[in-house]
């Protein structure tokens, strides 16, 4: 389980861990106990831009493995700053950015590509090359780190049944609606199975509904054991979830608590079905008439 | 094997997609090629012409006709006492006409002559061609007005085989330093196109190499598509010189061959050789220009 370890390894995990939604939650938690570092350790880290302007201002927080947890604020509150802090994409001008108990930013540069296969990714603006169809935006992913032809041709259907696009294999990305592209970013993301995954406004223009299936999707992924940290705004989102919430404001850390009525074991069927429940949406797949 | 196959086709499928600047890279690279190809051999026959002068190096002082047995005797004296002269040969009359017989093919102008209008001469042997002019500077010193002015009165010039050289490498000097810097220019400009081929392909494709960084791919598996690229530019264009070279060769440079001989040993020879050496430096060039646009363009 080790983020850092061989690409060898973690295929033994995925394939031991049949199943990615039956995973029970507990496992994770219980690897917790078991003494391992936290996944995300943020120790006083700064962010200071040139020119001046502070990113992050002396920010601690863990995240254990298997969490689910959603970080929050206004715009510039620093929560964009912190993914490209956790992927090294930038470097803090105090502090340290542990990733899997290693110092991120006292690894040889030449590293850093292997961190970043580690760690999934779903961007803001998704980051799709709109030259390329659904399957090969996948695969592209696959095929830039030299993963051989035959995995990257079980593995990208694969992906794409997960999130729910296998019939849109051969559109290109404007040919998809924002939550199409949304699934595609994520297939991406999560494609090489990453004990991380870090999502930026997975939501940031979506309808609730669409809002919901992808939140469902990450919530599924977070089942197989993966952890996932979600950057957004949409507070009234966050709150329905119950997980996890860490709220920024220029820059600092100013809350960080676990939501009322946490439920470990909800399943995402029922999870999707709570949601649509609370944020008022209708319902039409699970109990027609509830969501009301 | 799929690491390759991916490479190349990222490299054509950005050679495809912006084919002006590409096409015009090819063809200044090509026309560098070409002119180097057509300088090489000059500038390689003129440089052996140049070394076959230099080894020739000597002194001859010419006397005049009306000097006395007396003063050659006490001139050749002088002569030897010279510093850096390491010997001495006087040639008469008769054997100032037989140097030039030999020289001449046709030596009917010289039976032509009722006499021999040619000078005595001495040739002097020097240790170093470093030391012409001192040596020169002995023998004929210049006065106050910057004349020269020989040490002795039977002497009539002092001249060495090195003006005769410089008369004949002054005119082909000239039009190779021309060529050479023509040469660099648009060796320059082969560069810099090839360097911004690579810089517009890094920027048509920047998603590609975002995605490519975020991904997790290393530096090198994002560079290759695009050193690549450059070196196909590179032998593309090496390829069409080398084409248009052996068109010359084969319609212009062989026919003349037959004819003369000075040609046969100018061009003909090692035409493989002067390939592999166009083709290496084409590709160098495109290697090196996307390797400076990469190194500014491409943090990764």
Aim: charged share 25%; hydrophobic share 45%; glycine share 8%.
């Amino acid at each position: 389980m080790n983020l850092l370890g061989t690409r060898d390894r973690s295929r033994t995990r995925r394939r031991g861990g049949e199943g990615h939604d039956r995973r029970p939650q507990r496992e994770a938690a219980a690897k917790r106990h078991a003494g391992a570092p936290p996944i995300i350790e943020l120790r006083d880290a700064t962010v200071v831009y040139p020119g001046g302007h502070v990113g992050l201002d002396r920010v601690s927080l863990d995240v254990d493995r298997g969490e689910f947890a959603f970080v929050v604020g206004p715009t510039g509150c620093g929560k964009s700053t912190l993914i490209k802090l956790l992927i090294r994409e930038l470097e803090p001008a105090a502090g340290q950015v542990l990733i899997a108990g290693r110092d991120i930013n006292s690894m040889p540069s030449d590293r850093v590509p292997q961190l970043r296969r580690r760690i999934g990714t779903v961007f803001q603006d998704f980051k799709l090359l709109p030259n390329r169809n659904v399957y090969d935006n996948v695969a592209y992913a696959l095929q830039v780190i030299g993963e051989p032809r035959g995995q990257i041709r079980s593995k990208v259907p694969e992906i794409l049944r997960l999130v729910g696009l296998q019939a849109k294999i051969h559109s290109y990305p404007d040919e998809l609606s924002g939550g199409e592209q949304q699934r595609v970013a994520i297939a991406r993301a999560f494609v090489n199975h990453p004990p991380l995954l870090l999502a930026d406004e997975p939501t940031g223009n979506l309808d609730p509904e669409t809002s919901i299936g992808i939140m469902q999707l990450l919530y599924r992924i977070n089942r197989t054991g993966t952890t996932v940290l979600v950057v957004t705004h949409d507070r009234e989102m966050v709150d329905k979830m119950r997980r996890r919430v860490i709220a920024l404001e220029e820059g600092r850390l100013v809350r960080d608590q676990a939501g009322a009525g946490y439920h470990h074991d909800e399943s995402t069927t029922e999870f999707a079905a709570r949601m649509r429940a609370e944020l008022g949406v209708a319902d039409e797949d699970v109990a027609p008439g509830r969501g009301h | 094997m799929g690491r390759l196959t991916f490479f190349l086709s990222e490299a054509f499928r950005a050679l495809s997609r912006s084919a002006a600047p590409s096409i015009a890279a090819i063809i200044t690279v090509a026309v560098t090629t070409l002119l180097l190809g057509v300088l090489a051999p000059v500038l390689k026959a003129s440089g052996e012409k140049n070394q076959e002068v230099r080894e020739q190096i000597g002194l001859r002082v010419f006397l005049f006709d009306d000097a006395t047995e007396a003063d050659l005797k006490s001139l050749e004296k002088r002569l030897a006492g010279v510093p850096h002269v390491t010997g001495s040969r006087f040639c008469s009359k008769a054997c100032a006409k037989r140097t030039l017989a030999g020289r001449l093919e046709d030596d009917d102008v010289l039976t032509e002559l009722n006499s021999n209008p040619l000078p005595r001469s001495f040739e002097l042997d020097i240790d170093d061609p470093g030391n012409l002019h001192s040596v020169t500077a002995a023998i004929s010193p210049p006065n106050s007005a910057g004349k020269p002015t020989p040490i002795s009165p039977a002497i009539d010039e002092v001249r060495d085989a090195r003006e005769d050289a410089a008369e004949i490498t002054k005119v082909t000097s000239a039009v190779k330093i021309v060529l050479l810097v023509i040469a660099a220019l648009l060796l320059l400009a082969s560069l810099f196109l090839v360097a911004n081929t690579i810089r517009l392909s890094i920027y048509a494709r920047r998603r590609e190499v975002e995605v490519m960084r975020l991904v997790g791919a290393t530096n090198w598996f994002i560079r290759w598509p695009f050193m690549i690229e450059g070196v196909i530019v590179g032998l593309a264009g090496a390829g069409i010189a080398v084409g248009i070279l052996w068109l010359g060769k084969v319609t212009i440079v062989d026919p003349l061959a037959n004819d003369f001989a000075l040609i046969d040993n100018l061009s003909t020879t090692g035409f493989v050789p002067l390939v592999l050496l166009l083709v290496g430096a084409a590709v160098l060039v495109s290697a090196l220009g996307s390797g400076i646009t990469l190194r500014r363009f491409l943090r990764v």
